[in-house]
């Protein structure tokens, strides 16, 4: 038996609320230049945060701690189940998380997770509504929200931006090497007074931390 399926579930990240802090300072930046005045203090600031963003968008990864919200159309069914080809063929209406229950787990973009705030799902009339937080686990290593044995997503939900997961990514603690990996791209950008692109080594420094998130333009 074959059967054909299409599944759109569109997943989008915004930031809530932005790291506190510089992730590396206006001194760390200066160190690595000759004979910068304190007058340019608030471009490197400036600077800092863009190479900031762009090591983050680069590596897929929250650089600081920060509260980010992923909004996705639903909790996707996993390609292939049984139980849709049981249904023989044909063309069929219907919500599939509604068939399914939907995927018992979540990937949760631009790790390192560091905790889950909330989990909120909207029905077909737009009520919202979240997610006891007994129903799931959160593995912070891997950045998965995954549910308890025998517990199911909420169904009946709107076909589009039906989930709406807030939560807190980011380090701690910077590895060395991303750090100076943002002082370099920081510099670079103070030297041609724009924002020009990372250095080689910048990005060669990145590289081992780079993940596939499935949101990023390669």
Same mark, same amino acid.
């Given at each position: 038996?074959?059967?054909?399926?299409?599944?759109?579930? @569109?997943?989008?990240?915004?930031? &809530?609320?932005? /790291?506190?802090?510089?992730?590396?300072?206006?001194?760390?930046?200066?160190?690595? +230049?000759?004979?910068? /005045?304190?007058?340019?203090?608030?471009?490197?600031?400036?600077?800092?945060?863009?190479?900031?963003?762009?090591?983050?968008?680069?590596? @897929?990864?929250? &650089?600081?701690?920060?509260?980010?919200?992923?909004?996705?159309?639903?909790?996707?069914?996993?390609?292939?189940?049984?139980?849709?080809?049981?249904?023989? /063929? %044909?063309?069929?209406?219907?919500?599939?998380? %509604?068939? +399914?229950?939907?995927? %018992?787990?979540?990937?949760?973009?631009?790790?390192? +997770?560091?905790?889950?705030?909330?989990?909120?799902?909207?029905?077909?009339?737009?009520?919202?509504?979240?997610?006891?937080?007994?129903?799931?686990?959160?593995?912070?290593?891997?950045?998965?929200?995954?549910?308890?044995?025998?517990?199911?997503?909420?169904?009946?939900?709107?076909?589009?931006?039906?989930?709406?997961?807030?939560?807190?990514?980011?380090?701690?603690?910077?590895?060395?090497?991303?750090?100076?990996?943002? &002082?370099?791209?920081?510099?670079?950008?103070?030297?041609?007074?724009?924002?020009?692109?990372?250095?080689?080594?910048?990005?060669?420094?990145?590289?081992?931390?780079?993940?596939?998130?499935? +949101?990023?333009?390669?």
């Amino acid at each position: 038996m074959m059967y054909q399926r299409t599944v759109y579930n @569109r997943k989008t990240v915004q930031t &809530i609320t932005p /790291p506190a802090s510089l992730v590396v300072s206006v001194s760390d930046v200066k160190a690595f +230049l000759i004979d910068v /005045p304190s007058s340019d203090d608030a471009i490197i600031e400036h600077f800092i945060k863009t190479a900031t963003e762009s090591a983050k968008q680069y590596t @897929r990864r929250a &650089i600081g701690i920060e509260t980010l919200e992923c909004q996705m159309d639903g909790f996707s069914a996993p390609d292939g189940d049984d139980r849709l080809a049981s249904m023989g /063929p %044909g063309t069929f209406t219907a919500y599939v998380p %509604g068939i +399914l229950g939907g995927s %018992g787990e979540v990937d949760l973009p631009f790790a390192p +997770l560091q905790s889950v705030t909330s989990i909120t799902t909207f029905s077909r009339t737009n009520a919202a509504t979240v997610v006891d937080p007994a129903l799931y686990q959160v593995d912070l290593q891997s950045g998965r929200v995954y549910l308890n044995e025998g517990e199911t997503w909420p169904v009946d939900l709107r076909a589009r931006a039906a989930v709406q997961i807030r939560y807190v990514a980011g380090y701690t603690s910077i590895p060395a090497d991303m750090a100076q990996a943002i &002082i370099q791209h920081a510099a670079a950008m103070y030297e041609c007074r724009s924002a020009c692109e990372a250095p080689k080594v910048a990005r060669e420094l990145l590289t081992p931390y780079r993940l596939a998130d499935g +949101l990023a333009a390669w």
